[in-house]
């Protein structure tokens, strides 16, 4: 099992986790402003994150995978050599979560579920709102 597997996160419901506030606030805000440890972040954070996102991150979006590789690979100058190269690059573009658990209720928008979900992270649905726009940005600066 993985290091960061947790047995009673497993068996328990992700409602449950969010019902008890156990589950992440907007992540993805606080990683990129470094306040993990904050107890909520605000407006501020908000802007700081999109700011940082702007100046500092080449985006990739899971939903285009292809064209996200292809990005980083450009970016850091990677290019495959070999077919152990290739089928790497093959394994990853069509890599799926190997540690997922199924739960009873599907996560889909607009469900009590997203909506429980999506209501303690806003900021970070806004930030991959803003990301998406800069997933389309970037292209444009590529051409």
Known sequence: AEAT????LAENSIENLFLQQLGETNLHVRFL??????????????????????????????SEKEESFNRFAKQS?????????????????????????????EVLEGN?????????????????EYAQFIFEEQAQLRQ
């Open 112 to 128: 009590r579920l997203w909506n429980l979900i999506s209501g303690q992270n806003s900021y970070d649905m806004r930030l991959y």
């Open 5 to 8: 597997y947790k047995l009673w």
């Open 33 to 62: 402003t470094n306040q993990l440890t904050k107890s909520y972040v605000d407006e501020e954070d908000f802007k700081l994150a999109k700011e940082i996102l702007r100046r500092k991150a080449i985006v990739g979006l899971l």
């Open 77 to 105: 100058g990677w290019t495959p050599k070999r077919g152990r190269d290739l089928e790497c690059q093959k394994r990853r573009l069509q890599w799926d979560w190997s540690l997922r658990h199924p739960h009873e209720v």
